[in-house]
């Protein structure tokens, strides 16, 4: 044992040693104070442990149904005005959100995990829940980074009940980290010492690390942990993947053995899978890979999975990437969103309706006692002959759409119908022709009204077409979302004119739609459940809670 932890130690000086890709600005501790939203309010929230006032921004959720809290946490060298890139999904998901200070930057002692810090986060968390829309069974605390290294902080010493806890690319020992910073020549060593309130003290270092602090197994019951990890950190970021590893283990260790020590937790890794032995650790320090974990060619977004853990609620996962969060991080959130309604729905759609895990995919987990009937077909127009074909052709074929449906629902009328079409009718081939977009609209959304499977109960719904990428996109595509933008709002004021309640999902997507649709027009199934949790929280609207 003690010549394989040589072997560690040797390895570690060469990587610290050879670190040249260190990063004095990393994208990820980007303090470029950057203009808010004005959707976000700033907000002073006094503190409980002295007279001070934190600033933050917060969002109160719009919908009817109480929403998820979401509490991003700045990074290492950030304050509460720091640009945030979740804000924009925030926006999209119309979730509350609040990003408090905690003390800003963190090269002051009262900063750096201390005791205030915690209580600002709680502070924060109770302001959010006093002044927002929001459901206290979903409390996620989220960071990147330093904001990684509080959000553990945060899940070894809240007294709060969160319900998760993600932290991207954490810090989790600051004396391992002051060592690795003064190898590479990063500022954040200054920041330690100041922090530490001037000299480099060892002792208070483990203090302020939740590798070393106490773990509150009661608190924590209800929650979980993600760690997420880039396997290239630590060559082209800032914080080497040992801190994420050592940090599972240390958990997992003491779940189930009660271990706290690093040497004793070496010493049970090399009997229990569970945990992460050196040797494995090696591997994924020299080879940046751990081939026994890629036989079944996991992703994350895309990213290929190295290494992937998971012990009770604590959640490990070694993704290729560098010091980042990835853009879907909210997509990873365990938030339940489920309805009891049994309803009987119809969808008219296009693609996006029509793909696996698409929009009514997503409907259907949402609603799974709802009775979803889903007549959408890639290609669809609302009223051209998409390619020459006449069967994508939704005026044309509403007849015999409507009269399968009735065929479906036993000739009962349905509680809702939903209708998300318009995408197709912006393609090149109908550039010329944008003017008999409404018409056909007016004219299709005439024949639903007057149905027999509408009843005076019904409730129609118009769901305008997402965005489409301007930029990288295929041929067929290029000018439609300078179209759809100029459409949309006549889309919507015609839709409005025969009764439907419309649902605007092309302006909240517009942010985030890069994140999600690979090839600008059809996202991936966790941007369609921002579509599909949009719609649920429009058919809401019609429940007396």
Known sequence: MLKLLKIIFFILCFLVTNWTFAQQDLTWDNTVKSSWNLLFQQVAIPSTKDDSRQQAYFFKSKKRRPQPLIVSLHTWSGDYQQKDPLAKEILARDWNYIHPNMRGRNNRPEAMGSPLVMADIKDAIEYAVKNGNVDTSEIHIIGVSGGAYTTLCAYMQLDYPVKSFSAWAPISDIEAWYWESIGRGQRYADDIVAALGGTFDPVEARKRSPLFQQFHKVNRRQSSLYLFEGIHDGYTGSVPITHSLNMFNRLVAGLKYQATSLDSISQLALLDSTLISDREIIDLLTKRTLPLYRWDQKELSGRRVYLEKQFDNIHLNIFEGTHEQLPQALSYLPVHCQGQYSYRILTIGDSNGQI??????????????????????????????????????????????????????????????????????????????????????????????????????????????????????????????????????????????????????????????????????????????????????????????
């Open 356 to 545: 696996e895990g698409g929009w009514v995919d997503q409907m259907r987990k949402i609603l799974p006692n709802a009775q979803i009937v889903n007549n959408s077909q890639s290609g669809r127009t609302i009223g051209f002959d998409n390619g020459g074909r006449e069967k994508l052709n939704a005026l044309k074929n509403i007849d015999n759409y409507l009269a399968e449906a009735e065929e479906r629902a036993n000739k009962k009328p349905y509680d809702f119908i939903i209708v998300c079409l318009g995408t197709n009718d912006t393609k090149n081939e109908f550039s010329s022709r944008q003017v008999e977009i409404l018409e056909s609209l007016s004219s299709l959304l005439t024949k639903i009204c007057q149905h027999g499977i509408v009843s005076k109960k019904t409730r129609l719904l118009y769901v305008t077409p997402p965005p489409i990428r301007a930029e990288n996109i295929d041929a067929k595509y290029q000018g439609s979302n300078e179209r759809l933008a100029q459409l949309v709002p006549r889309l919507v004021e015609t839709a409005k004119g025969f009764g439907f309640k419309v649902v605007d999902i092309y302006h909240p997507l517009l942010g985030v739609l890069d994140y999600y649709a690979k090839d600008g027009v059809h996202m991936a199934p966790e941007g369609q459940q921002i579509v599909a949790a949009q719609i649920v929280a429009t058919l809401d609207e019609f429940i007396n809670f």
